[in-house]
């Protein structure tokens, strides 16, 4: 059902002079990959648990009931964009698609955390991350992964959670939810100076109790694999130990893969299959292996299905029959070593986290 979320026809700002016509954020997208997981084989072979729509209860442990009655009001009166800037669509029936979208990341939190599953996907629409608790940013309506981190403290009773997001875009919704929250720690790999605009500098680093728990690594446009590779060895991975998290949660965009559309980062199939070793690595070594990726944005149809299918294979431990056929064309970029301005960036960040690390008691 969440495959009949409504993104609109409007992509980017409102104005007179843009033709209407159909956003990125559109359904071929997670169909495409699941058509994929099929014919791969890998669908028969994984465990596909039926989700729950997230509760208000559930909802309102990081968005606000006034933004929850917005998107209702949205939803009665047949759809409407509900951005402040930008569009973030809210279609007829969107609030309870969304519900049911959020309660996808819910449902994988259970299932890892009873040990019904070893780790999970949650491969849904509409993505989270961008919304904050009183807006929608991007296409983001309800933050899945934020709703979920909440979700594990209050209701499984986790002391520490992580979210690590890969998307290209920032994590600007977890940063701000969990501002000075040192339960959650807040990491975002993202492109510097991408969307949203003005947040995301190493700087942001919370406040109060929360101060060295949101750590952000804006790497330079075209960083490519060995780039991110270095960040969660020399920032998150160090970060992870220090915190000790009982729970990760990946928002898991593939956007920063190297034909995107809404991003300039440089990474194929086969990086993305190094990210998810490396996150599955400190998962192991820091919280029993309990890890979960919830689906946030990737919007360039041919090569998004692949970038998934590794990500998948990499979760399950099954690698299929299946051959990227984008791997040759993208190796000299996505393959190149770390450059010295990449380097420079994850330097900072680095010192970032060390001048204020997110200790495991909370208490600075």
């Known amino acids: 059902m969440t495959m009949w979320h409504d993104s609109g026809n409007q992509f980017g700002p409102r104005s007179k002079w843009i033709e209407p016509g159909r956003t990125v954020e559109h359904v071929d997208t997670k169909r495409r990959i699941k058509n994929l997981l099929d014919v791969s084989g890998l669908t028969a072979q994984l465990k596909v648990i039926a989700p729950r729509a997230a509760s208000r209860v559930e909802l309102l442990r990081v968005h606000t009931a006034a933004y929850l009655d917005r998107i209702d009001q949205a939803d009665k009166q047949g759809g409407s964009n509900i951005a402040d800037k930008g569009t973030t669509f809210v279609g007829d029936g969107g609030y309870d698609i969304a519900c049911l979208g959020a309660g996808c990341t819910l449902t994988a939190v259970d299932a890892v955390l009873s040990g019904d599953v070893a780790n999970a996907y949650a491969l ?3 993505p989270g991350h961008h919304a904050e608790a009183e807006r929608g940013i991007g296409f983001c309506i309800f933050n899945n992964g934020a709703i979920a981190a909440a979700y594990a403290l209050e209701h499984h009773g986790l002391a520490r959670v992580a ?3 890969i998307d290209a875009h920032h994590g600007n919704g977890a940063q701000a939810i969990f501002w000075s929250d040192p339960r959650v720690l807040a ?3 993202h492109q510097d100076h991408g969307l949203p605009f003005s947040v995301g500098e190493t700087s942001d680093q919370g406040e109060g109790s929360g101060l060295g728990y949101n750590i952000n690594i804006p ?7 060995a780039a991110y590779l270095e960040t969660i060895t020399r920032v998150v991975a160090p970060a992870l130990e220090a915190f000790k998290p009982d729970l990760i949660i990946v928002p898991c965009g593939l956007d920063a893969g190297f034909m995107d559309p809404t991003a300039r980062m440089m990474l194929s199939s086969d990086s993305f299959r190094a990210l998810t070793a490396a996150l599955m690595a400190c998962a192991d070594e820091r919280c029993g292996g309990k890890i979960v990726f919830s689906h946030e944005g990737g919007y360039q149809i041919h090569t998004l299905p692949f970038h998934a299918l590794a990500v998948f294979e990499t979760l399950s431990g099954i690698r299929t029959e299946v051959e990227d056929p984008f791997l040759a064309a993208s190796a000299y970029a996505c393959n ?3 450059q010295p301005h990449e380097r420079a960036a994850i330097d900072q960040a680095e010192a970032a986290m060390l001048a204020h690390p997110p200790n495991a008691s909370g208490v600075k």
């Open 163 to 165: 979210i690590v997001d």
């Open 124 to 126: 849904m629409r509409p």
């Open 187 to 189: 990491i975002s790999i």
């Open 219 to 225: 790497l330079p446009a075209g960083s490519s694999q």
């Open 336 to 338: 190149a070593p770390t």
